[in-house]
């Protein structure tokens, strides 16, 4: 354990709290003590003035590493190129077997840097817990209880990287708003580090779908459904209530496949706000290869599902009507409608096509239209846009294949929450990333076989009965599809209110 810094305070103290990246004489001080303590003791007095009077803002920042030896040393060093710096900064290395502990070490000890005239200090710390049964949960509990006495944690992912101001105008915004529990940044990917057809396509489809998942929280409000572990600030008053509501002995508990949206929702119920940050800006460490894309968002989508129904795991509780949980509502609403409608056209394209009874209609092209002026408007309000992200949204097939494969995602998900398998997905894609596996080809496998036996089936039946099949199935499409065209102009046309992802 570190001891705890002069001037600190308990977490749960009352003070204004200022940012240090401001100057403190250009904000207003709290009212004058009411006339009424007059009648009380002099030193009373005193004793309530002192405790009025602001202070600046402590950060602890806290890093989970499990084989992060490509990305620790490009994390630690935009932290210390930070126009704010951490007051403190914990390397918690957890299950690694690389060059992770080496590289940290490296950064070990005092530094300091002056910005515009004021100079800040950090000293980084690198813990190294071998072997952890509770693996992130376990790194992110033990940064926390590392953190005690200090007024907010920086969360930062073992493979994210920062821009220069993004501590400064996270504590800008936190300290401005004390109702806020959590602020999560920006997230986007750096696509300059990545070469390869692969990996490229990968990248843009991730960057795409980050684009989307921020933009929509940031036009509701700016409510985060998911305080992601990527870079998020936590208030410590907000933990420490979520921990005395809960019982819990820590903040993070490890009944669930994603930590951080269940760490979320509790912030919430506590009575704080989760935000995200408006400017504030990390590059995440992204997946480029079609195995490790599936562990992790496998890992994501069963994850979001454990938190609808009561009584998965511990004692989560399941809380369908959570106001956090109305974006993963729709967004599983939206998938079941993108399965049907494609799945459906492509079915009902080949059994037209078998009895010759297809005939194009322009009509069907307006979709995959304004999908691409959908896409194309989000790649335009990327703020660190590119050509790469341009062809993405206009050439409608790349963006269509992501498409495809995220459904992929939903239905493994899904199966192995319906089959109420036992399976650890940490550790699953732990493995994909490592390259062991194969569960990403099958997706692929039910799909052919699910087209395989459907047209069997086609096969079997009369012409009449093929004819009623085709009668009925392709207006029930054109219903489907409609509805979906009318929610994407819906979102075509919105205001996006000046807000860059």
Known sequence: MTERSPGLRRATDRRILLPRSAKAGTLALPPAVPQLAVLEAAEVVADQVAAARPRHATISCIIPCYNEQETIGDVLKSLLAQTRLPD?????????????????????????????????????????MGVNPDKKVGALNYGYFLSRGYDYILGVDGDTTLARDTVERLELEMTDDPRIGGLSAIYTIDKSRYRGLMARFLVAGQRAQFGAFNMDNLLRGRNMAVLGGQCSLFSMRALEMVMVRHHQQAPWVRDSEVEDSKLSLQIKDAGFSTKISATARAFVGPMTNLRALHGQQVKWNFGAIDLFWPGQRGDNKGQPLHPNLRLRWYENISMIFNISSRLGFLMLLVAALSIHAF???????????????????????????????????????????????????????????????????????????????SAYVMPLVVLIAVLGGAIYAWSQQSVGVQSAILSLGWPILYLATISQTVFMLRKLVRRHRGFAV
């Open 359 to 437: 005939v194009f209609n322009p009509i069907w092209l307006i979709p995959p239209a304004v999908a691409a002026l959908l896409n194309l408007r989000l790649a335009l309000a990327m703020k660190d846009k590119s050509a790469s992200d341009i062809l993405y949204a206009l050439l409608f097939l790349p963006a269509e294949l992501y498409m495809w494969i995220r459904m992929g995602h939903f239905v493994s998900a899904w199966t192995q929450f319906l089959a109420q398998t036992d399976k650890d997905n940490w550790a699953a894609q732990a493995n994909a990333e490592k390259g062991k596996g």
């Open 88 to 128: 403190v900064i914990h390397v918690i290395i957890n299950n690694t077997d690389d060059d992770t502990p080496e590289i940290a070490r490296g950064f070990e000890g005092y530094h300091t840097r002056t910005v515009k005239g004021e100079e800040f200090t950090t000293t980084v710390h690198v813990h190294d």
